[in-house]
């Protein structure tokens, strides 16, 4: 069964930073590119980042563009979010999510959710 | 960046009665159209992807059509527990990979 469990949410100044974790477990992480994906409260979702399987390519939206940086480490199954520079509309709850498809392909879809993890940015 | 319009804002119907959600997109995504289910306090599930290829264990009731810039996700006989916020994403031109705004779906 496919888990992906994040951590490191919390809250936090203005300007502040945060790391966020993923831990995934029932799949071949490395076979998988992976994202991040936030829900404002009550809003609907937005994409943050993906990763490519072996993390050479990475990519934004561009609000986050130069303040977060995403990442993987494929011999402990985990994926991360740095966070700088957090502003008050950065407040969410971040998701980690799965692509549907294995490599070579991939989807760019997200069939696997973690339970997310809330981020507050305030003073 | 590709924008997602999704209508109705609200649906509100009966169990057993048909709904049909639209998303229309700002320009053209060809077929690259997925569709999620959301309900409270839940991450979101992929129900619909590349139109109309229900994903992994979704109920035959769940459907998908259309392509270019106007797409339409089908509930043939509405259950109670399909109440939940439904949303289209695009991947056809990205980044950045974008979300409607969605569509509450309430079961009178």
């Known amino acids: 069964e496919v888990q992906l469990v994040e951590s490191g949410g919390g809250l936090v100044q203005p300007g502040g930073s945060l790391r966020l974790s993923c831990a995934a477990s029932?799949?071949?992480?490395?076979?998988?590119?992976m994202s991040w994906v936030r829900q404002a409260p009550g809003k609907g979702l937005e994409w943050v980042a993906n990763?490519?399987?072996?993390?050479?390519?990475?990519y934004y939206v561009d609000s986050v563009k130069g303040r977060f940086t995403i990442s993987r480490d494929n011999a402990k199954n985990s994926l991360y979010l740095q966070m700088n520079s957090l502003r008050v509309d950065d407040t969410a709850v971040y998701y980690c999510?799965?692509?549907?498809?294995?490599?070579?392909?991939?989807?760019?879809?997200?069939?696997?959710w973690g339970q997310g993890t809330l981020v507050t940015v305030s003073a | 960046e590709i924008v997602l319009t999704q209508s109705p804002a609200t649906l509100s119907l009966s169990p057993g009665e048909r709904a049909t959600l639209s998303c229309r997109a700002s320009q053209s995504v060809t077929n690259y159209l997925g569709w999620y289910q959301q309900k409270p306090g839940q991450a979101p599930r992929l129900l619909i992807y590349?139109?109309?290829t229900r994903a992994t264990g979704i109920p035959a009731r769940f459907s998908g059509s259309g392509s270019g810039t106007d797409f339409t996700l089908t509930i043939s006989s509405l259950e109670p527990e399909d109440s939940a916020v439904y949303y289209c994403q695009q991947r056809s031109n990205w980044p950045p990979l974008t979300f409607g705004g969605g569509t509450k779906v309430e079961i009178k």
């Open positions: 990763i490519k399987r072996d993390g050479s390519e990475k």
């Open positions: 590349d139109g109309t």
């Open positions: 999510a799965k692509d549907p498809a294995a490599a070579p392909y991939s989807l760019y879809y997200f069939d696997n």
């Open positions: 029932g799949f071949t992480f490395n076979n998988y590119w």
